[in-house]
């Protein structure tokens, strides 16, 4: 693919706050009209990414290129194509949420207003009401609702819906889906694989300021195992499990684990016994993200 698909490439990308190094040579690559899991634990780095694409902070060192721009130095232009939405939004106290709204949108040069006004309903928003007298919550829709009411081509999300309660959190995933399906590219950045697992196409990892692992989530399945419940009307002979994990196998009742990618060839090995009842469980990739976030001590004395 080449680099005109891509809305956010960043290469190599260094930052350091004193000497402590927050991104040690970051690579990412957000496609055009893609959703894109950015996902990490606490002090990972995405946050100190983020802010060095929206032209917050500048880079020690490497590329990073937002819209076909310069984050530092196309800023002005960038902010008219994109929009921002914050894990801690404040607000201007004595401002209302419609007007913040309205003010957020006319830096990314209008809003739809039909549009505002049925995202102001479906997050149960008043608009009335003053900055100061917004819960957490309240507060991270008033900048949902004015990200999503404008027409940028760009969403850059950074942990948007902590303090939504579930169903707000559902409202939300609908609204990133119509996003998406009207062209805008999101960057989606979350500690929680949940939040991002049903609306990605793919996902980067990050951890302690680089990326572990970056792909679709199907590929990203594919490295994890799928289990199998089997009871069968022969018993099947241990040797013939070799390819199986985590075999337990009692009579003609099997429990094993197998890679993804080669669940034809097992079930191939199990239809020789006759299978009388089955069940798959799909890869979690919970599993391989939990394995992803383990301390690198714990990886390396493995
Ligand atoms: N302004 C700052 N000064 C010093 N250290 C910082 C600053 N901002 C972030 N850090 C550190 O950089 C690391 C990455 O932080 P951050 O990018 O916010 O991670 P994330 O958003 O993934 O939680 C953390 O260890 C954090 O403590
Ligand atoms: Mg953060």
Do not use: C
């Amino acid at each position: 693919m080449s680099t005109a698909d891509a809305v956010i490439e960043v290469q190599g990308l260094t930052k350091s706050y004193g000497r402590f190094q927050a991104l040690k040579s970051l690579d990412l690559r957000v496609d055009r009209g893609q959703v894109h899991g950015f996902l990490g634990p606490n002090g990972a780095g995405k946050s100190t990414t983020i802010r060095v694409l929206l032209g917050l902070l500048r880079a020690d060192g490497g590329i990073a290129r937002v819209l076909d721009g310069d984050p530092w130095k196309d800023v002005v232009s960038l902010h008219r194509r994109l929009a921002y939405v914050p894990g801690d939004v404040s607000l201007w106290p004595g401002m209302t949420g419609g007007e913040a709204i309205d003010l957020l949108g006319a830096l990314r040069g209008g809003l739809d207003p039909a549009r505002r006004i049925e995202l102001l309903e479906r997050f149960e928003l008043d608009p009335t009401k003053r900055g100061r007298q917004y819960s957490k919550g309240n507060k991270q829709k008033v900048a949902i609702v004015a990200a999503l009411a404008s027409n940028v081509e760009l969403l850059i999300l950074d942990e948007p819906t902590s303090g939504l309660d579930p169903l707000m959190e559902n409202v939300f995933q609908e609204v990133i889906g119509e996003a998406k399906a009207r062209g805008a590219s999101v960057l989606l950045s979350s500690h929680i694989l949940a939040e991002v697992e049903s609306l990605a196409d793919r996902l980067s990892i990050i951890r302690d300021g680089r990326i572990v692992q970056t792909g679709t989530l199907s590929q990203l399945r594919g490295q994890t195992r799928t289990t199998i419940h089997a009871e069968f009307a022969h018993p099947p002979e241990t040797a013939a499990l070799a390819a199986f994990g985590d075999v337990r196998l009692d009579g003609t009742r099997l429990s094993a684990t197998v890679e993804s990618a080669r669940i034809g060839e097992a079930m191939a090995i199990l239809t020789r016994y006759r299978i009388t009842s089955l069940t798959v469980e799909p890869p979690s990739l919970e599993s391989l993200f939990l394995r992803l976030y383990e301390p690198a001590t714990a990886q390396a004395t493995r």
